[in-house]
């Protein structure tokens, strides 16, 4: 039988306020254990949350740019359940009143555009840390410095049919939240974070199967092969003639598998009620109007005025809108006189492979915007061929150093003296004799031999385009 | 109309271990509990009721990050290096 998978994913932003969610307490990194805490995050009796503007409005930005309805008079709802890194025991949520409701994000796979329903986003507050390497292995470990952080939970509909669907979903979702700048979206420290719910049905069925949840995926790669092993899990548990069991599956990245974590708590189990410490969260329509102006020009439409503005392909232009720096890095050396199709080769080519390579970002990027112009236009004024400008790159990558300078130093100016050139070219024909009679002859494919030559004995400086004319000069007809 | 409730259930989300004689008292508490839900359900109201109170108007607060004058050094019996100690937590 031929299954089919049916995918949703929850998608968890730390939201980049200076606060809490609920309390004044810094919302900073790297502090002491516990010590930004206070009575309302550590849940101690008497302690009333006071709901962060700021928290808010990030919630209406997020949910303007995936084009979801603004519930107006949304709700806060306890969600109970029992852990040591939820003080309260229970966690501040929204239930049946989101901020957000049904909205939509278009991702893009092999060249179509797919429509994802986001079903809501909403409200909620990080937990705390668990530490289990502590001096007493017979104890657990507090931190409670991340608990009450703002989170937005974005929930998908179950639209989303394969790995590569899920992964562009995400680093769609990841492109809004850094473009709007309410999250930094780091992956790695946990700041963006996804649960996928994976099911699958026979091909044809309606009804949807029974879900597992993958938690802990903290990488668009992560997010992917952890998908297409649960594909396979539970492919193989129907074959042999077994029932998928609704659970929660832990990922482990290093092993590529999964194991199971808990049987999964029904929505009824976490007993969810209005929050009676927080009255509802009214919102003036004025407000959104306001929101919606000061939108920030989002991947999607900055990725269509690439395509106009500068003729680029829609997947070039996707490619360096996916992230915001990128975009920016690439308008900054257009900016600077350089020609915009060249320009996104670069940028998406030889650029992003030594980030990639190097483990860095754009910002760290020693190649600033007025490095990559000179060099471009070193290759436009015939100064140094295509060839060369991938070592001078390179160089100016682990150095620093002006294009221009490099070239001057290591002597790697292109040779487009006609003179000097035919010099050399007479030379190989002196020297390769035999080849020149098998060439005459009719071997025409030994012509790139001898312009072969004239690279090497240049030291790949020739210009090449002279040195083919030169050649097929001197050689003659094959 | 109430189900009878299922406290084996209940004691396994709040993570509790309750003997045979706690489960029957219990049993019964929770039964008491949920006849009072039964006897606030027989009331007869007119028009719709409103789980949320709009009288009350959400006060926001700015964001900005102020240091608490309270911390748990300052009061709880329960830390070591800084860290609240807790019975060990193994999924």
């Known amino acids: 039988m031929k299954y089919e998978p049916v995918i949703g994913l929850e998608v968890h932003a730390q939201l980049s306020t ?17 010590q930004h805490t206070c009575p309302v995050c550590l849940g101690l009796p008497g302690a009333l949350p006071n709901v962060n503007e700021k928290a808010v409005q990030y919630a209406i930005m997020l949910g303007l740019a995936t084009n979801c309805e603004i519930i107006l008079d949304s709700q806060f709802a306890r969600k109970n359940y029992f852990y040591p890194d939820l003080p309260k025991a229970y966690q501040i949520s929204q239930f049946d009143r989101p901020i957000c409701e049904k909205g939509w994000i278009d991702i893009e796979v092999k060249g179509k555009t797919k429509r994802i329903g986001i079903t809501r986003i909403h409200m909620e507050e990080d937990a705390g840390k668990l530490v289990h390497e502590g001096e007493d292995p017979n104890a657990s470990y507090v931190d409670l410095n991340r608990a009450g952080t703002p989170l937005l939970e974005i929930v998908s509909e179950p639209d989303i049919r394969t790995s590569e669907e899920a992964k562009a979903y995400m680093e769609k979702i990841h492109s809004f939240v850094t473009y709007l700048g309410i999250c930094n979206g780091d992956m790695e420290k946990g700041n ?10 026979p091909v044809g ?5 029974t879900r597992t949840e993958s938690k802990n995926l903290n990488s668009f790669r992560n997010v992917a092969q952890s998908i297409d092993a649960e594909i396979a899990r539970q492919t193989d548990v129907l074959l042999d003639g077994g029932k998928i069991v609704q659970e929660t599956r832990l990922w482990d990245a290093n092993q590529r598998t999964s194991r199971s974590l808990r049987v999964k708590e029904d929505s009824q189990d976490y007993r969810y009620f209005p929050c009676p410490d927080l009255p509802v969260v009214l919102i003036d329509p004025e407000q959104v109007n306001k929101a919606r102006e000061t939108l920030p020009e989002l991947p999607d439409q900055k990725r269509d005025r690439f395509t106009q503005q500068y ?3 829609p997947y070039d232009a996707a490619v360096l809108v996916a992230d915001q720096a990128i975009a920016t890095y690439y308008e900054e050396v257009i900016a600077l006189g350089a020609d915009a199709k060249k320009t996104a080769n670069w940028v998406t080519v030889e650029l992003a492979r030594l980030l990639n390579e190097n483990k860095q970002t754009i910002r760290e990027c020693k190649i600033r915007p007025p490095n990559l112009a000179a060099l471009l236009a070193l290759i ?9 400008a991938k070592t001078v790159f390179e160089e100016a990558f682990t150095t620093g150093k002006e294009p221009g300078q490099i070239v001057e130093e290591k002597g790697l100016r ?13 030379e190989i024909l002196q020297e390769n004799q035999a080849q020149v009679a098998a060439y005459q002859g009719g071997k025409d494919k030994l012509f790139g031999f001898f312009v072969g ?12 385009k002279l040195a083919n004319e030169l050649m097929k000069k001197l050689l003659g007809p094959a | 109309m109430t189900d009878k409730i299922d406290v084996k259930k209940v004691a396994r989300l709040a993570r509790l271990n309750l003997t045979p004689e706690e489960e029957k008292d219990y049993t019964e508490k929770f039964q008491q509990v949920l006849g009072y839900v039964d006897q606030i359900a027989e009331v007869v109201i007119e028009g719709e009721l409103s789980t949320k109170d709009e009288s009350l108007q959400q006060l926001y607060r700015p964001d900005q990050a102020i240091d608490s004058s309270v911390h748990p050094k300052d009061f709880s019996p329960y830390l070591e290096n800084q860290f609240f100690k807790v019975p060990p937590i193994i999924e």
Do not use: H, W, Y
């Open chain 1, 18 to 34: 200076a606060s809490k969610m609920f309390c004044s307490c810094s919302t900073s990194f790297g502090a002491a254990p516990n």
């Open chain 1, 192 to 201: 963006l974070r996804c649960d996928a719910n994976v099911s699958i049905r």
């Open chain 1, 453 to 464: 030559q004239v690279m090497k004995k240049t030291s790949g400086k020739a210009n090449p």
């Open chain 1, 311 to 313: 003729a680029l392909s």
């Open chain 1, 414 to 426: 292109q040779e487009s003296d006609q003179g000097a050139l035919e010099k050399i070219c007479l």
């Open chain 1, 380 to 388: 436009a004024d015939g100064t140094i061929s295509g060839k060369i």
């Open chain 1, 205 to 209: 069925e309606e009804k949807f199967g």
